[in-house]
């Protein structure tokens, strides 16, 4: 979410998250964030860090090695992401991500992150248009880290492309206005507006979240020993 859109959406409500209920607390970053002292940030009782690494077929976002290889100091458990496009096969965005993104730099799952952009706010693709797409971008990924990636993705995206073809997938939810208790979900981005030490970039917010469920239930199901 950019900037703009999250000052916009947070301007009439703002999530509450219950943090008993939601223990295991994490973040993610992109070169919006710029130079991030990981040790720092990682000392913030956060548990988790989604880092974005690839859009489309060719982009690489330009803090994705650093923050990969500063963040795997650290304590936290770590996983990358890829933000989807619309515009190119899913086998060439499969390979840009796995070209960036090596097997042992992250012990979560891989993140896809499916939203719209540009004119597919107006102009959104079908259905089948974004499964043709998306099942073989999922699919490689799996093939290669070994586990099933994660769908991040926006209510709307959500019902329009994932509850039906890719179900059976864990979903990382945005909504930064209120809980989505009506779906399943594994995580929760629940705020853009994080007001957190330890970085300097064009953003002096960044986007916080939670896992549905208990440290050990991360730990048994997203987080492999480092």
């Not at 130079?35 to 690839?54: G, V």
């Not at 290669?144 to 769908?151: H, N, S």
């Not at 989505?180 to 979240?209: A, H, M």
Request: with cysteine; proline share 4%; aromatic share 16%.
């Amino acid at each position: 979410m950019t900037a703009a859109a999250c000052a916009a959406s947070v301007y009439f409500s703002k999530a509450v998250v219950n943090r008993d209920a939601y223990p295991v607390r994490g973040v993610d970053v992109s070169r919006y964030q710029g130079i991030i002292n990981w040790q720092q940030l990682a000392e913030q009782d956060i548990s988790f860090a989604f880092i974005k690494a690839t859009e489309g077929s060719s982009h690489v976002d330009e803090f994705a090695e650093d923050n990969l290889e500063m963040a795997s100091r650290t304590d936290l458990s770590i996983s990358a992401y890829h933000f989807f496009s619309f515009d190119s096969p899913g086998e060439t965005q499969a390979e840009n991500f796995i070209r960036t993104v090596s097997k042992d730099s992250i012990n979560m799952p891989p993140v896809i992150d499916i939203e719209y952009y540009g004119d597919k706010f107006r102009n959104k693709p079908t259905s089948d248009e974004c499964t043709e797409i998306l099942r073989p971008l999922l699919e490689r990924l799996e093939e290669y880290y070994g586990v099933k990636p994660l769908i991040y993705t926006t209510l709307s995206a959500y019902g329009r492309y994932i509850k039906d073809e890719f179900a059976d997938y864990p979903i990382w939810i945005r909504n930064v206005n209120f809980e989505p208790e009506f779906i399943k979900w594994d995580f929760w981005q629940y705020s853009c507006t994080g007001e957190l030490r330890g970085f300097v970039g064009e953003e002096k917010y960044i986007d916080l979240n939670v896992f549905n469920g208990t440290e050990q239930e991360f730990r048994e199901r997203f987080a492999k020993e480092k």
